[in-house]
């Protein structure tokens, strides 16, 4: 019973806040049931929700590894009313095992920027966005949740050289593999810059080849003997080793 020892009357107004204590856990469909001297009469039914709309207003799903990442949104009760008015409204972030964040809402409106790490694996991932507010208590009150996917891109840092032979004869083929990877230790498959030069600083082969498979290039044997260098380059990134041609 949520009112008792009501007065007679023709016109009888009750307000009251639906708060936790008063309802516990009343949801969905509900009337009211009133008792007179004459009999009971059942009021027009209506609901109580506590669902809440989030609207989110992040465009750019696409990140790069170490960069901040802004999630922006809006939240509606089911009155229609933005939550974090009446009452203090809060936003966790959640993404993977080890990004998590809290902040508040006001009037409707949250705003929660992070970093991802920067050794953190290229691919999808899926944040996980929870809303709510609650009383003086701690009462949650209205809440709800949704998801963002978003796609965290990573950038070349290291290159490592493995030659087939630190050895060879004019006219044999240079066997290389020029391991190219990310700030996450993972193979990126991409384009590397390959020069060879000679002793004197000479170009005997300039191109690109595939990252982390097997490439032979062809020597001359009309090319200078001793040491070539070989040189693999990605952006900013350079590896560098030193083959010995042999008469």
Do not use: W
Request: charged share 20%; net charge negative.
């Amino acid at each position: 019973n949520l009112y008792q020892d009501i007065p007679s009357s023709k016109t009888i107004s009750l307000t009251r806040l639906l708060t936790p204590e008063y309802i516990g856990p009343l949801y969905g469909n509900c009337l009211l049931n009133v008792d007179y001297d004459t009999g009971n009469v059942n009021s027009q039914s209506f609901e109580i929700s506590k669902n809440v709309e989030i609207n989110l207003q992040t465009t750019d799903m696409t990140y790069e590894a170490g960069k901040p990442i802004r999630i922006k949104g809006t939240v509606y009760k089911t009155n229609n009313l933005l939550l974090g008015q009446n009452y203090p409204g809060f936003v966790e972030i959640l993404m993977g095992e080890n990004i998590s964040r809290k902040d508040v809402v006001r009037d409707g409106q949250f705003s929660v920027e992070f970093l991802t790490p920067e050794n953190m694996h290229a691919g999808n991932y899926q944040i996980i966005i929870n809303i709510y507010d609650e009383d003086a208590q701690g009462n949650v009150l209205n809440t709800g949740n949704t998801n963002a996917n978003v796609i965290i891109t990573q950038k070349p840092a290291k290159i490592d050289l493995a030659l087939g032979k630190t050895q060879i004869i004019p006219g044999d083929n240079i066997t290389l593999i020029p391991f190219l990877y990310d700030r996450a230790g993972d193979e990126v498959n991409d384009k590397v810059l390959v020069r060879i030069t000679d002793g004197n600083g000479k170009n005997i082969y300039e191109g690109y080849i595939d990252a982390n498979q097997e490439a032979y290039l062809p020597t001359m044997t009309n090319e200078l003997l001793g040491d070539c260098k070989i040189t693999a380059t990605k952006e900013e990134i350079t590896a560098e080793k030193v083959d010995q041609i042999l008469e």
